[in-house]
């Protein structure tokens, strides 16, 4: 814990060092920004519905040791290809803007919940990208990756067409994050 009278400098402090290094303070939007870029979950992605298959975290699991969860985890309708998956979502042409919360039909159905293949939960601006980017749940997950599909947002009255894509948009392999 560090004393309340020490908080300005050891904030002065860490901003030299990070200065040094090329970083430097950031606020809580960039780092949601960031996050969505890499694909990192938060309380948006996770409800008490989705399973570590669901985020592409199935491999995590053990088959050796056991764990909370396991039995639950290894459900046939949990595992089933079909569940609605986390993916990345990109905006194909000259997309305003993308809204969490807004659902996915494929191109061409009605905007119905008979025709819902899932939705957007956390969406950002990428100054990095130049575009907005969102990560989501789509039926199919990763078998839908390059698949086009109909964003509608049935409060805000939006609708757009979002490229299903990899959660991870920025440094996919991570060369960034190791240096």
Same mark, same amino acid.
């Given at each position: 814990?560090?004393?309340? !009278? $020490?908080?300005?400098?050891?904030? !002065?402090a860490l901003t030299a060092k990070a200065t040094e290094m090329g970083g430097g303070p950031y606020g %809580?939007?960039?780092?949601? %920004?960031? /996050?969505?870029?890499?694909?990192?979950?938060?309380?948006? =992605?996770?409800?008490?519905?989705? &399973?570590?298959? @669901?985020?592409?975290?199935?491999?995590?699991?053990?088959?050796?040791?056991?764990?909370?969860?396991?039995?639950?985890?290894? !459900? =046939?309708?949990?595992?089933?290809?079909?569940? =609605?998956?986390?993916?990345?979502?990109?905006?194909?042409?000259?997309?305003?803007?993308? &809204?969490? #919360?807004?659902?996915? $039909?494929?191109?061409? @159905? =009605?905007?119905?919940?008979?025709? @819902?293949?899932? $939705?957007? &939960?956390? %969406?950002?601006?990428?100054?990095?990208?130049?575009?907005?980017?969102?990560?989501?749940?789509?039926? #199919?997950?990763?078998? /839908?990756?390059?698949?086009?599909? /109909?964003? *509608?947002?049935?409060?805000?009255?939006?609708?757009?067409? %979002?490229? *299903?894509?990899?959660?991870?948009?920025?440094?996919?392999? #991570?060369?960034? &994050?190791?240096?």
């Open positions: 814990a560090v004393p309340a !009278r $020490y908080g300005d400098s050891l904030f !002065r %809580v939007e960039a780092l949601n %920004v960031l /996050r969505i870029e890499k694909g990192f979950i938060t309380h948006a =992605e996770i409800h008490g519905r989705v &399973t570590a298959f @669901d985020i592409g975290m199935g491999r995590m699991i053990s088959a050796k040791k056991d764990c909370i969860g396991k039995t639950m985890a290894a !459900r =046939e309708g949990l595992l089933d290809e079909d569940r =609605e998956r986390l993916m990345g979502f990109k905006p194909v042409g000259a997309v305003k803007q993308l &809204t969490a #919360g807004a659902h996915l $039909y494929n191109e061409g @159905d =009605e905007a119905t919940a008979e025709f @819902d293949k899932g $939705y957007l &939960t956390s %969406v950002a601006f990428s100054p990095t990208l130049g575009h907005f980017m969102a990560l989501g749940f789509v039926r #199919g997950g990763p078998e /839908r990756l390059g698949d086009r599909l /109909r964003m *509608v947002d049935h409060m805000r009255q939006i609708e757009t067409v %979002v490229e *299903v894509c990899d959660p991870v948009v920025f440094d996919p392999k #991570g060369e960034r &994050t190791r240096g």
